[in-house]
């Protein structure tokens, strides 16, 4: 670590070996070896998701709980002994949200007809009970853990969703940069969970690419690293430490290619460039508002293929997609819910598929070779709960969804006649006298300042013209801070590296 440069550590616990009195020791005596060495070290539970049972040596199950669902869970005594360290920061439930919305497939692959979900129930519900359910089960997992002595709760995410639901149960979201992702999409989602329930923005910088490892180059690392510290995020970390270094016969630390770049970054970098801002300082230019029904893009024929070993053999397996929004097996995708990914197409200059945000769409992103950045100018992506204050600075507004609070609908329609906000919306969610005059495509209503654009597609020709002068270049992404502070940030042609130019430091 110290060759690195690292001053915190994600651990991956594997499982409980003894009983609840060794492993509240064991833990015990992690925190205190951390202290030792002057680190700080996070708890990553992520072994419970692939375990359909993960019984200790007296018999109890940490992840089967009540009411069918499949969750990791410390037992109070280990939390304990565990948060007795102040060099322990809290607990990461890696992909939460995976585990919740596509009813643990990792316990499907290795359990053919085993479909359980993390935090609730949801099927037979309708959306907003669905959302509400999912809010409420994380809720009484941080609630739990905060009981026993737990800093602080966090989540990886697979998937661009749920990252306001939990943020406002009291989660700390850690987004994930390059994987299938596109890094500056899932920090845009992030960002606006974290200002819009006061929490502190985490990334992960994850080096896998489907069931490749390491799956992403040492130059399209670096990258990631220059775009999680100019956004603004409060700590990042790689995932995973085996891509950066080994012990040579001797015994001595050497630094793989990709350790070189981490080292190079923490040690020379960051002492040479200090950054006067947060994420929190953050003015963005263009929002999306949407309730989030964790819809990303998945749905009837959508799959990506990977290698897989099965019964001690390599093969190719098809991941199809469920469509089964929350996890429930009634709620489904629709023109609505999809209306967000075009409005994404839209911002990015047309870069990110009109039809999903992750390469996990192997059957759309096919013939386009994985990038870790997309054009956009200092984009968000809020809740249907936003207030105006967190508006202030936005110029244009894509209204998203199956619901939008009437309390954000009316801060918008103030912004719009006051402030000259230009908003982007269905029919559903604009003003009744414009809504009444609007016979299709795509059309524009003047109201006060600002305007609102009535269209029956987020991603046309005819709306891109008419916003183009709001959406920046198309080889560029900007964020504005406080102080008018401006970071641009050059993307290559192959979208994985980035030069940086501030203005105003």
């Known amino acids: 670590m110290d060759s690195l440069g690292v001053d915190f550590v994600v651990y991956k616990f594997r499982g409980p070996k003894g009983t609840i009195d060794e492993e509240a020791k064991k833990m015990e005596e992690l925190g205190k070896s951390f202290e030792a060495k002057n ?32 969750l990791f869970k410390f037992p109070p005594k280990v939390l304990k002994e565990l948060n007795k360290s102040s060099s322990v920061l809290g607990i990461m439930y890696d992909e939460l949200e995976h585990s919740q919305i596509t009813r643990n497939l990792s316990l499907t692959l290795r359990h053919p007809g085993i479909e359980l979900v993390s935090l609730a129930e949801t099927s037979g519900l309708d959306f907003k009970s669905a959302d509400e359910a999912v809010y409420k089960g ?4 941080v609630d739990e853990c905060m009981q026993f002595g737990t800093k602080s709760v966090f989540t990886e995410h697979v998937w661009p969703v749920l990252f306001h639901n939990f943020a ?3 989660i700390t979201p850690a987004y994930k940069q390059m994987k299938e992702n596109w890094s500056n999409v899932w920090a845009a989602c992030a960002m606006g969970a ?37 956004a603004g995020a409060d700590k990042a970390y790689v995932e995973n430490i085996g891509a950066l270094y080994y012990i040579d016969n ?27 801002y947060t994420f929190r300082d953050f003015e963005p230019q263009v929002a999306i508002i949407r309730f989030d029904d964790t819809e990303w893009g998945q749905g009837k024929n959508v799959y990506c293929t990977v290698d897989y070993e099965e019964n001690g053999k390599d093969t190719v397996i098809y991941l199809y997609w469920k469509d089964w929004l929350f996890g429930a097996y009634n709620l489904g995708t629709s023109a609505a819910s999809e209306e967000w990914i075009r409005a994404w197409h839209t911002i990015t200059h047309g870069m990110v598929k009109k039809e999903s945000l992750s390469w996990n769409a192997g059957n759309v992103y096919y013939n386009m070779p994985h990038r870790s950045f997309a054009p956009a100018n200092a984009p968000v992506v809020f809740d249907e709960y936003v207030t105006k204050d967190k508006l202030k600075t936005v110029k244009l507004v894509f209204l998203c969804g199956l619901f939008i609070s009437p309390e954000t609908l009316k801060d918008v329609s103030f912004l719009v006649e006051n402030n000259g906000l230009v908003v982007v919306t269905s029919e559903r969610f604009a003003p009744a006298d414009f809504a009444t005059k609007y016979k299709g495509g795509t059309k524009e209503f003047r109201d006060g300042n600002g305007k609102w654009i009535i269209t029956d597609d987020m991603a046309s020709d005819d ?30 042609n192959d979208g994985n590296k980035l030069e940086i130019t501030k203005t105003n430091f």
Not at 205 to 219: C, K, Q, R, V
Not at 250 to 276: I, M
Not at 469 to 489: A, C, H, P, S
């Open 194 to 230: 974290c200002l819009q329930y006061n929490k502190e923005l985490w990334a992960c910088l994850d080096l896998w690419h489907y069931n490749t490892f390491p799956g992403h180059s040492e130059d399209e690392l670096w990258a990631n690293l220059l775009f999680a510290y100019w």
């Open 463 to 492: 709306l891109k013209n008419i916003v183009s002068q709001y959406l920046g270049k198309d080889n560029e992404i900007v964020y504005r801070f406080k102080g008018n502070r401006k970071v641009v940030m050059q993307i290559s």
């Open 250 to 276: 001797q015994g001595q630390v050497r630094l793989e290619r990709r350790g070189e770049v981490f080292r190079r970054f923490a040690k020379e970098y960051l002492p040479a460039n200090p950054r006067p």
């Open 138 to 141: 994380a809720k009484s997992l």
């Open 168 to 170: 406002r149960a009291g």
């Open 39 to 70: 680190l700080k070290v996070v708890i990553n539970v992520e072994s419970g998701n692939w375990a359909l049972s993960m019984p200790d040596a007296e018999g109890h199950d940490w992840v089967q709980q009540p009411g069918n669902l499949h």
